[in-house]
């Protein structure tokens, strides 16, 4: 079987060896040690309920996505640190990685595949195939529609959308040349504290984490430069507000930029702006315009000969981009997809992301009851995670560093 990849789906594969490759990272801690034949057979089910993840990489003037003729799956014993940085070619040409350790369980996957939402779909399937729950029958047909190209529309306008102005510029934050490398920050709330204030200023996490940490950015920065703003992608879910299900990338970004004007408003009024542009972002007409001015802009890049060209081009803008797009990234996938019976296995959850664009990527997930929030950077000034927490006591909301560590991306290679 062959699949058509989506513009969504060609980027991280246009972007594949530059600065904006990005694999995110899941990795569940059970209360027993992983049985290594339980978890090879709990994948391979899971493969059936999946068909991407059933497959490896093709290219005939364009790439495409078509079912693996290797039914050998290799799965690594080995820890966080030390597991392979690289996968694809060593993985019989599966797009993703899957390592155990001890009690852990880990799964990193090219994003040509799925975006978060999908992946953590996928590994919800392989726990419960390892625990033993119960599983529907295999569907005779999936939700592969492409995310974008189905809702594409030039007709459709958008409305209310007000260009956000620009962030600090990345020379004035420094920060560590650390590779793939990254420090991971692993902190944790009681979701019902945090939702305690969301109720009560009638808005979301998401709408009080990124505003509460651009303020503490704003403390570490010069206070002589001339733009102080912190713009922050926000990674939105588009299949919610279409109504469409999809296992392919359905993902967009909006960006909303915190101002000097914003210091002087208290944390209700402020995410209540957030909330308020993210709520208008999230109406249909928006979200077709702007996945439709998204496929417009890169057809141009994924239509580009020789290939070889192509790559070529994205390691000289991916340097510029990064550098440039936004100061901070923000993923939210709400609690985790998993069954009642696999959730009363783990003890622990982690959601990664590396900073492909700007310096930090802040990747959060609930598990039973507690936001973990995994911040990943390489900045020079570590006191900015100091100056959130405070920030954030300051507001009511009791937040905890539970580790910290050295994390290195692994990158798909073919």
């Known amino acids: 079987m062959r699949y058509e990849l989506g513009n969504m789906d060609k980027y991280p594969l246009a972007v594949m060896e530059t600065v904006m490759e990005n694999a995110s990272f899941f990795k569940a801690s059970l209360d027993e040690d992983v049985d290594e034949q339980r978890l090879y057979q709990a994948i391979k089910i899971a493969l059936e309920y999946h068909p991407l993840f059933k497959c490896k990489l093709g290219y005939h003037k364009q790439y495409y996505l078509e079912d693996n003729d290797v039914d050998e799956l290799k799965i690594f014993n080995v820890d966080t640190y030390n597991r392979p940085k690289e996968f694809g070619k060593n993985t019989n040409g599966y797009l993703f990685q899957v390592c155990y350790f001890k009690n852990t369980i880990s ?10 939402r999908g992946a ?10 390892y625990f033993q729950v119960d599983l529907p029958e295999i569907p005779k047909e999936f939700p592969l529609k492409l995310g974008f190209e189905s809702i594409y529309d030039e007709s459709v306008k958008s409305f209310g ?20 490398k990254c420090t991971s920050h692993i902190l944790k709330v009681q979701t019902a504290d945090i939702m305690k204030v969301a109720k009560k200023f009638d808005t979301t996490p998401s709408a009080i984490v990124v505003p509460l940490f651009s303020r503490a950015i704003r403390e570490h920065l010069p206070k002589n430069i001339k733009n102080r703003n912190v713009s922050c992608g926000i990674v939105v879910d588009c299949r919610a507000p279409m109504k469409m299900d999809t296992m392919h990338n359905f993902i967009n970004t909006k960006v909303i930029t915190y101002q000097d004007k914003y210091d002087e408003f208290d944390l209700q009024k402020i995410s209540t702006i957030y909330r308020g542009i993210l709520d208008l972002y999230v109406q249909p007409e928006n979200i077709i315009s702007s996945c439709t001015e998204m496929k417009k802009s890169t057809d141009f890049l994924y239509n580009m000969r020789p290939r070889f060209f192509q790559k070529f081009l994205m390691k000289i803008v991916g340097k510029i981009v990064k550098r440039t797009m936004d100061n901070i990234g923000f993923t939210y996938l709400g609690r985790v997809p998993f069954s009642e019976k696999v959730k009363s296995h783990l003890i622990d959850f982690n959601f990664r992301s590396w900073p492909d664009i700007g310096d930090c990527v802040i990747a959060a997930v609930d598990l039973n009851g507690t936001l973990i929030i995994d911040i990943c950077e390489n900045y020079y000034d570590k006191g900015i995670i100091n100056s959130f927490i405070n920030i954030c006591k300051d507001n009511d909301i009791n937040i905890k560093v539970c580790e910290e560590n050295i994390f290195e991306q692994a990158n798909v290679r073919l």
Do not use: M
């Open 120 to 129: 953590i779909r996928f590994l919800s399937t392989i726990l419960d195939a």
């Open 107 to 116: 799964l990193e996957w090219c994003h040509a595949i799925t975006d978060g």
């Open 161 to 180: 959308q007000i260009k956000q102005p620009k962030g600090f510029k990345a020379k004035d934050l420094k920060v560590i040349k650390n590779g793939y």
